[in-house]
């Protein structure tokens, strides 16, 4: 008898289940993809889906919907109520549609009423466990546990899908073919002409990573440069590679917050590529500032990050304050140019690198995928399905333009002499 009740149980699940979708899904054009549930039937065939949503138990709905929001649908992939097989970028436009229907009161009842006929997904958090730390936001020590919650995983596990310079930031393409290898070289270098590096000259990298951007400049541009980091394995690394590099003589990495650094320290060039948004809004007169403090006059500042669109609004908590950026803080490019412009900085340029970062989280996920059991292997389930979804979330915010990524010169005159060219004819020579 409880045989037989499991099978009716378990088709009345599967029928509720169905029956939902097709309330929630009703309107939605694109259909593209299908729903295959936990006892092998599908909602929603088509002859080549983009993407397979794979319910993995009869109270996957229920965890993903009874409560959504961005973070109640990436935990429930995250902690394994449900799979992604195929194009995982294809799903965010699905998920937007989603979260963003506007239903009437009658419409969210039934929804609701159907969800009820699920059981409650009896799912335990496992593995890599959401962030909760200690301290004021963005105090010294609490910066620090947040860098080390999202960059103390082993280097192996990046090096599964960054390129071999370990470059995690957004690369700069020739063309939408070019292979990510080639195109983060690119932005290295692009990167060191827009600074206009020059031999012998002071380099500070804040937020320095595994050294790739130091290592470039010194071997290619004859700099001397420091780069500093909250993150001590990133900075073991980095030592181990400029060693590797012979430029132990002329380069350094310390293990340092940007607050903490020797106020007598002059730099020519500064540059900071992916710690921006790990600042803060608060904070940010006090970053440019002491940018400014650190710069010696003549010289410039080139600040690249993420940036949100003043018009977007999201709904609902982030999956990545919670699992992969905990403490960042995107802000429009207008707030991060008047905090620049009330440091004492003029803003020389500004460039969107929007597009890039889209490729480049693109080739990001691809190789992660391509490499799932090796991440599986060096991390945990839990975690490789963390920045499966993150990256793929990413790429898809920086296509439809809710995320930007705004390399930003700022310059410190003398005497109102900026001491740069009226063109910017240097930085595009091949």
């Known amino acids: 008898m409880a045989a037989l009740a499991n099978i009716v149980f378990g088709e009345t699940a599967s029928l ?35 993407f397979t949503l794979v319910l993995k138990h009869p109270g996957a709905l229920r965890a993903m919907f009874s409560c959504p929001s961005e973070l109640t649908l990436g935990e429930a992939y995250v902690y394994d109520d449900f799979d992604i ?63 080390s919650y999202h960059y103390n995983l082993p ?21 939408p073919e070019e292979d990510l290898d080639s195109a983060q070289e690119r932005k290295l270098d692009y990167t060191c002409r827009k600074l206009r590096l020059c031999r012998g000259e002071r380099l500070l990298d804040i937020g320095c990573g595994w050294g790739g951007l130091i290592v470039h400049a010194a071997a290619h541009y004859g700099v001397e440069a420091v780069g500093i ?39 020519d060039k ?36 993420i940036a949100y669109n003043a018009t977007y609004h999201r709904r609902g908590p982030s999956f990545s304050d919670r699992y992969v950026f905990p403490d960042g803080e995107m802000v429009p490019i207008s707030t991060t140019l008047r905090a620049a412009e ?7 340029d500004v460039e969107s690198l929007r597009e890039h970062y889209a490729l480049t989280l693109h080739h990001w996920v691809r190789r992660l995928d391509a490499h799932a059991e ?45 001491g740069l060219p009226l063109t910017r004819g240097d930085w595009y020579r091949i």
């Open 16 to 50: 509720a289940s169905a029956e939902f979708l097709e309330a929630l899904l009703k309107d939605y054009p694109n259909r593209n993809f299908q729903v295959r549930l936990w006892d092998g039937t599908t909602w929603g065939a088509v002859e080549h889906p983009r």
């Open 229 to 267: 980091t909250l993150s001590v394995p990133q900075a073991e690394l980095a030592r181990q590679r400029l060693r590797e590099s012979g430029l132990s003589d002329r380069c350094r990495v310390e293990v340092a917050d940007y607050r903490d650094l020797e106020h007598g320290q002059r730099y």
């Open 85 to 147: 097989e195929g194009d995982i970028e294809a799903v965010f436009q699905l998920a937007d549609y989603m979260l963003g229907q506007e239903r009437n009161l009658g419409q969210t009842f039934d929804l609701a009423k159907r969800l009820q006929m699920l059981p409650v997904s009896d799912r335990v958090h496992k593995d890599r466990r959401p962030a909760n730390f200690s301290g004021s936001l963005h105090s010294r020590e609490r910066d620090r546990q947040a860098v």
């Open 270 to 305: 500064i540059v900071s590529v992916g710690m921006f948004e790990h600042v803060g809004e608060a904070l940010l007169p006090e970053y440019f500032a002491r940018a400014y403090e650190l710069l010696r006059p003549g010289g410039v500042f080139l600040n690249h990050g």
């Open 155 to 175: 280097a192996e596990f990046y090096a599964l899908w960054l390129d071999p310079r370990m470059v995690y930031s957004c690369a700069y393409f020739a063309t």
């Open 374 to 418: 090796q991440a599986r292997g060096i991390s945990d389930e839990t975690t490789y399905r963390i920045w499966r979804l993150y990256m793929a979330g990413s790429a898809h915010g920086f296509r439809t333009g809710r995320l930007n990524l705004y390399q930003t010169l700022l310059a410190k005159p003398r005497q109102g002499d900026s």
């Open 342 to 348: 009330q440091s004492g900085f003029e803003v020389r």
